[in-house]
């Protein structure tokens, strides 16, 4: 019933991937949130543990644009999905015969 769920969820849905871009577009604005932080840290003279500030911002930063670019790319893919079923744009509903 779990794999019926997910084949429901992933196949016929684009939300996975927008959450995805989403995920990574939040990741990257609390990477710079937390750059800000570091920079006030370093002005305020408090002490931080060296190098541990940068590279975890820069693995957070980083990993956050992969996830939006893959999202991007999701995004994409998803189009060229939908445009190749071939489906028209518009259904019209035909009148009933007078009578």
């Known amino acids: 019933m779990l794999q019926l769920a997910f084949n429901a969820t992933f196949s016929f849905s684009v939300t996975p991937i927008r959450l995805a871009t989403q995920l990574g577009l939040i990741t990257i604005l609390?990477?710079?949130?937390?750059?800000?932080?570091?920079?006030t840290c370093y002005f305020l003279g408090w002490n931080l543990a060296p190098g541990w500030a940068s590279i975890i911002f820069l693995v957070t930063f980083?990993?956050?644009?992969?996830?939006?670019?893959?999202?991007?790319?999701?995004?994409?893919?998803?189009?060229?999905?939908?445009?190749?079923?071939?489906?028209?744009l518009y259904l019209f509903k035909q009148k009933p015969p007078a009578v």
């Open 62 to 88: 980083l990993g956050g644009v992969q996830l939006a670019f893959v999202g991007i790319l999701g995004e994409y893919i998803a189009r060229i999905f939908e445009e190749v079923k071939r489906r028209p």
């Open 30 to 39: 609390l990477s710079l949130l937390y750059l800000i932080f570091i920079v």
